[in-house]
């Protein structure tokens, strides 16, 4: 049996140099709980699109393009229902909070850890979002400009930001030096 100095060794007692190694240099693992969560939010951001807004918006034109019209319009027809008792923020303002923090966790889960660069990339999407409304508001280009859409873009990269800045410190202070 070869020697081999390993911390993970003694941290586990692990009777296998090979194995203690590999434990040694394990990589943060996957994030797989908060890709679902980030995947999870992007559908319902979509559905809401998708189910309970006119059909004349883009994403329709996409909906087309794949050959999935009839399957969303008959999807529209049984999920008539909850278009009576949503309330009008939930329909508009809602995607774009989900999506926002959809982007977010997707991007910590890609990296696995938060530093600048990641804050930065973190970022875009919100700002993009709040910069968009912005330009509504000055009329510079086409749309109504809502304050609760700044709210929800807002809302949902911070919410996002804090969940990933709180697995990253339960990640990191658990992790093996």
């Not at 040694?24 to 998708?50: C, D, E």
């Not at 008959?74 to 923090?101: K, S, V």
């Not at 009329?139 to 807002?154: C, E, F, M, P, R």
Request: aromatic content about 18%; hydrophobic content about 50%; charged content about 15%.
């Amino acid at each position: 049996m070869s020697k081999i100095s390993c911390t993970a060794q003694q941290e586990f007692n692990c009777p296998s140099a090979y194995i203690c190694c590999v434990l040694n240099r394990q990589k943060r693992p996957f994030p797989f709980s908060l890709l679902f969560l980030s995947l999870l939010s992007l559908a319902i951001g979509s559905s809401i699109y998708l189910l309970y807004r006119p059909t004349y918006l883009i994403c329709f034109k996409w909906v087309e393009y794949l050959g999935l019209t009839q399957f969303v319009l008959d999807m529209r027809e049984i999920m008539w229902y909850p278009l009576h008792i949503l309330p009008d923020w939930a329909l508009y303002n809602l995607p774009n909070g989900l999506w926002t923090f959809s982007y977010v966790l997707f991007i910590y889960c890609i990296w696995k850890k938060v530093d600048r660069k990641v804050l930065f990339y973190m970022s875009v999407i919100p700002f993009l979002g709040v910069f968009s409304e912005l330009l509504q508001f000055f009329g510079i280009i086409v749309g109504k400009s809502d304050l609760l859409d700044v709210a929800l873009y807002t809302l949902g990269g911070v919410i996002a930001y804090g969940i990933s800045m709180l697995h990253n410190r339960i990640f990191v202070s658990n992790e093996i030096k």
